[in-house]
């Protein structure tokens, strides 16, 4: 039997794994980190209400429960054509009949971003963004100012939905410690319209959250600069924080850049809509890596990305048998997630069709709090998984 080798341990790579071992296949993951991280409950690390163990399944579980093998290093080369993966270590893998590149994306770095913080970057930022909050909860007032920047060469890459998750959870958070009035909450963004891909309805809706929960908006002016104190703007402005939460917008992992792939003018993979690569037989990328296909609103989400992973799992099953059947991701496109705010949430979706953003008070956040706790324990085979989910 021919073996499959995966990059990667995110969403993506994880679903991928699951999905070969439920056809048979051998199956090597190799991921940098020691375990799968569900970034989308992560946004309750910053207010307390979660910590990274809460958010966390040691990926030496999952490859027990699974089936598949585990390697925890880093990857530091990948040679397309001979199917060469260094690693950190200086061990040298060259022996896979198939690959999958789900190692993620990189983020653009702007000037001085290392002032500011990622609930999207790595898993240690959200635990350092509780630390500071609360050091400013005991000083008893200050300035929070928390945003995402843009790819002007790709759009899918832009990840705004978490900022916006934060930044109410935030404000919920300093009401029940009866400080909200102490406290200056501003949003900020280099871009005019800030979360257009959800729909005009969506912007006029999140415009009225705004006005609700006094949160300020900075949008329309280049970032230039993040600064201890604030960030400055190419409008010749600077917006004063204590502080900063930035999610920079994703462009290609630097590892892939370098492979001797195709790779588009953000830097990531260029597929067709079965993930495959032309030119490159049994080499396919999926998830972050992969430069997605669709209509200019199209983003990049986890649960698209596990669509390309059980769709790649199938075509490679499929491959194997030499029978030509094929699934793609294109029928998949959409936007859907249940934006948490603290107190409540709001239902997105957006497809060619429809754009709609529909509030769930009270009662969508328990049920992305119930997802968080679906996404566990299904991942760890403790209950069944739902079709499609």
Not at 52 to 61: A, F, H, N, T
Not at 91 to 120: P, T
Not at 345 to 356: N, P, T
Request: proline letters at 4%.
């Amino acid at each position: 039997m021919k073996r499959v080798l995966i990059l990667g341990g995110g969403f993506a790579g994880v679903e991928v794994a699951i999905y070969l071992r439920k056809q048979g296949i051998e199956t090597t993951l190799i991921s940098d980190r020691d375990y799968f991280y569900i970034y989308p409950t992560s946004i309750w690390i910053p207010t307390g209400d979660a910590t990274m163990s809460d958010v966390s399944i040691p990926l030496e579980q999952l490859a027990k429960k699974h089936g598949f093998n585990l390697i925890v290093d880093a990857v530091t080369s990948f040679e397309a054509k001979d199917k060469r993966v260094t690693l950190a270590s200086g061990r040298v893998i060259d022996d896979f009949d198939y690959i999958v590149l789900a190692i993620g994306q990189d983020k653009i770095k702007l000037k001085g971003m290392e002032n500011s913080l990622s609930i999207c970057g790595k898993p240690e930022e959200a635990v350092e963004l509780h630390k500071r909050l609360e050091e400013l909860v005991k000083r008893g007032s200050g300035k929070i100012a928390m945003g995402f920047g843009g790819n002007p060469k790709d759009t899918s890459a832009v990840r705004g939905g978490p900022a916006f998750e934060v930044l109410f959870n935030v404000h919920n958070f300093l009401k029940k410690r009866k400080l909200r009035d102490k406290f200056e909450l501003t949003f900020f963004a280099p871009m005019e319209k800030p979360g257009q891909k959800m729909g005009d309805k969506a912007l006029i809706m999140m415009d009225k959250m705004f006005k609700m929960t006094n949160i300020k908006k900075k949008v329309g002016s280049k970032i230039v600069e993040f600064e201890k104190d604030g960030i400055r703007f190419e409008d010749g402005t600077k917006l004063e924080s204590d502080l900063t939460m930035f999610i920079s917008a994703g462009k290609g992992h630097h590892i892939l850049e370098k492979s001797g792939l195709p790779i588009s003018e953000a830097g990531f993979v260029i597929t067709n809509e079965y993930n495959e690569i032309d030119g490159f037989d049994g080499i396919y990328a999926i998830g972050d890596s992969a430069s997605l296909m669709g209509p200019k609103w199209r983003a990049k989400q986890g649960h698209v990305a596990e669509v390309m992973a059980r769709n790649v799992a199938y075509n490679i099953f499929q491959k194997m048998q030499n029978i030509n059947s094929k699934h793609s991701y294109l029928d998949h496109i959409n936007i859907l997630c249940v934006m948490d705010t603290g107190d409540g949430a709001a239902f997105v979706y957006r497809s060619d069709s429809s754009a709609k953003m529909i509030p769930m008070p009270i009662i969508g956040h328990w049920m992305k709090k119930g997802w968080g706790w679906y996404c566990r324990n299904s991942k760890l085979g403790k209950i069944p998984r739902i079709p499609g989910m």
